[in-house]
């Protein structure tokens, strides 16, 4: 062809090349959608399969397929053009090669860049959520037509994400072959590292019979920041994943919660169990269309399908429908949890039991500690020590506590009696303490210091009561236990030295109930206002946070002092009353002078520790200023540790010394 022009020549070398993009762009749409067999007829069935199986074993992606069936719409519209241009030519008499820059000089602007995104795309083995944002950056561009085209593979990226959107937040499935959505189940841990967290989890879980919602709602799937769109925000993704999860606990209730919510109702006699398997199926779908009506997810999907119909991808739009698909999800498990699963009565019934904040079980503990007393003067056994308790918190059981009290038969005595000693110093930190010092061995009273209670709670309350909730209530009930066990030793001490009549300490309870019923008073507001779970989760997080801070105990030098503290103080009332009720002699006496000497001394320095402490500058400006003011007052009624740590003459002091019974202002 020596007779076209240089100039003609440059044009038609040009579009020649729109030929091998078009080349390398449809091999790559059939390798990306796996229709390379179709092609080859003559394959046996046997290569077939063979083939099917090898790409089966490579990084497949549904997104790399969707882009791809976007790439042949785009070649498509190429063969249409020159199809046209084709007979256009024919039907002139006279070819004009304007007639093809025309038809095909679009394209030289795209099929280009759209060669360089696949050569990226397989060199770097994109997929999923990272193909999202490769195609999302280079919609960013000032050429039109490329902008287009690019947007075009995005919208068909998008349908991908909306329909796993559509499964995970309708039906709460996570529908993710190749582990490209940005919601993925989370992978086991370390091991070594995580088996205590990961076992006390699991156990909650264990608790719902045959359930693995639960399971799924504390370890089940988790947000994979690698496959998030950076258009996404880590907070809308967090909503998401909160929707899909509330969607799966609402269509998958426990077999137990059934039979509570739909058999209670029903007026016919007891099932044979032929009959409760054949029923099983339609039980399950009634309770599940009640916890979440068809109204409701209709509602959800109509939402996402309108997003998926959107030419285009709408930030705000997108938030917005994700917000309110949240809230519908929210407000259904606000309604299962607080309504149908009583939450108000487990809550209190939490409360009155860890809290001590009932006076039929506070004086029902009382007779229990009196019934026991005994025996925790000795070291418990290991074997047997819980075993040993039962028969002292049982009688004291039957003398206070009302048959009536449907929520006293969730509760049971444990004793932990090797967390008492020998992992003293593998103790957890006391409600979440930041003090890195590790705890002391004065953390503990004695080897009973591991009593706590145990409340079992059916499905769905684990949502509500995570083991992190359950621990910190735990260990406010063993801390309140030491306390009451110190109390009483003060007051039986008292007695018998004075000979009078027990201490007074209703007042310094008063308070300590007065700072958990204020905090309750205001817990029970917010539940009534709120008609969304994670609001109420963040609200009883308030709660539990706020009783923490007003007693100090999230302080872990302060909790060591005043663990100390009582731990003196039960060894002067041990040494009180073994001096009364043995014989002893004058050596014998001046020992236990010294050692009672030594005791006070040990008191009075823990406990001008403990205000020198408290009336530090870090904790006089921090949120906790009004508590410590009314605590520091109730300490320090008399001026006495203000006047021993100035260096003041203590008897220049008109007002008596507090004597060691005194501590027990230093309750809640």
């Not at 004075?498 to 917010?526: T, Y």
């Amino acid at each position: 062809m020596k007779w076209l022009l240089m100039r003609c020549r440059d044009i038609i070398e040009k579009i020649i090349t729109l030929g091998f993009y078009y080349r390398e762009l449809d091999r790559f749409a059939t390798k990306s959608r796996n229709l390379s067999w179709i092609r080859s007829g003559n394959v046996s069935p046997l290569s077939r399969t063979f083939e099917l199986s090898k790409e089966s074993s490579d990084n497949q992606s549904v997104y790399r397929r969707a882009i791809a069936n976007g790439i042949s719409e785009i070649l498509s519209i190429y063969r249409s053009s020159v199809l046209h241009i084709e007979q256009k030519l024919l039907s002139d008499s006279l070819p004009i090669l304007a007639t093809i820059t025309q038809g095909l000089n679009k394209f030289l602007f795209f099929f280009p860049p759209l060669y360089e995104l696949i050569l990226e795309i397989d060199r770097d083995g994109i997929y999923g959520g990272k193909l999202l944002n490769l195609l999302h950056k280079r919609c960013h561009c000032g050429v039109p037509e490329l902008q287009t085209c690019v947007q075009r593979l995005l919208w068909h990226g998008h349908q991908v994400m909306y329909n796993q959107l559509t499964y995970w937040m309708v039906y709460g499935i996570l529908h993710d072959q190749y582990g490209e959505f940005f919601i993925s189940r989370q992978q086991p841990k370390n091991r070594e590292h995580e088996t205590s967290h990961t076992d006390k989890l699991q156990n909650v879980a264990n608790k719902s019979v045959g359930d693995g919602s639960i399971s799924d709602w504390y370890m089940g799937f988790n947000i994979s920041l690698e496959m998030l769109p950076e258009y996404i925000s880590v907070c809308v993704a967090e909503s998401i994943l909160f929707s899909g999860k509330a969607i799966r606990v609402l269509r998958n209730p426990s077999s137990s919660f059934q039979c509570v919510d739909v058999l209670s109702h029903q007026t016919t006699g007891p099932q044979t169990f032929k009959e409760s398997l054949k029923n099983e199926h339609s039980f399950n779908t009634t309770v599940g269309d009640e916890l979440l009506p068809q109204s409701e997810a209709d509602k959800i999907n109509s939402m996402l399908k309108n997003l998926q119909e959107s030419s285009e991808f709408h930030k705000r739009s997108f938030e917005g429908a994700i917000g309110s698909i949240r809230a519908i999800a929210a407000s259904h498990l606000w309604q299962l949890v607080v309504v149908r699963a009583d939450l108000n009565g487990h809550l209190k019934a939490i409360k009155d039991y860890f809290l001590l904040a009932k006076g039929d079980f506070v004086q029902s503990l009382r007779s229990f500690l009196e019934g026991s007393r005994e025996l925790m003067r000795l070291p418990p056994r290991q074997s047997s020590a819980e075993a040993d308790l039962m028969v002292p918190f049982r009688q004291a059981r039957a003398k206070r506590i009302s048959d009536d009290d449907k929520y006293f038969s969730r509760l049971a005595l444990r004793v932990n009696v090797r967390s008492s000693q020998a992992d003293v110093q593998k103790a957890p930190k006391v409600f979440g303490e930041v003090d890195p010092s590790p705890l002391s061995s004065e953390t503990t009273l004695d080897g009973w210091d591991g009593i706590s209670l145990e409340y079992s709670l059916d499905w769905p309350l684990q949502l509500f009561f995570t083991q992190e909730v359950l621990t910190r209530y735990q260990r406010m009930f063993q801390y309140l236990l030491r306390l009451k066990r110190t109390q009483m030793e003060l007051e039986k001490s008292w007695a018998s030295v004075m000979q009078q009549g027990h201490l007074d300490f209703e007042k310094s309870h008063s308070e300590r109930v007065d700072v958990i019923e204020s905090q309750w008073d205001i817990l029970v507001a917010h539940i009534k206002e709120s008609r969304d779970f994670n609001d109420l989760v963040a609200f009883h997080q308030q709660y539990l946070s706020a009783l923490i801070s007003q007693s100090f105990l999230d302080i872990g030098s302060v909790s060591r002092i005043l663990d100390g503290i009582m731990k003196v103080c039960l060894q002067f009332c041990w040494k009180i009353e073994n001096q009364q009720t043995q014989n002893q002699t004058e050596t014998d006496d001046a020992k236990n002078i010294n050692e009672l000497e030594r005791i006070s001394e040990e008191f009075k320095m823990k406990s001008n520790s403990l205000y020198t402490i408290l009336r530090s500058s870090r904790l006089a400006g921090s949120q906790r200023a009004p508590f410590l003011r009314r605590f520091l007052l109730r300490f320090n009624f008399n001026s006495y540790y203000e006047a021993t740590t100035q260096g003041v003459n203590v008897m220049n002091v008109t007002r008596p010394q507090p004597a060691i019974p005194a501590f027990l202002r230093l309750q809640l």
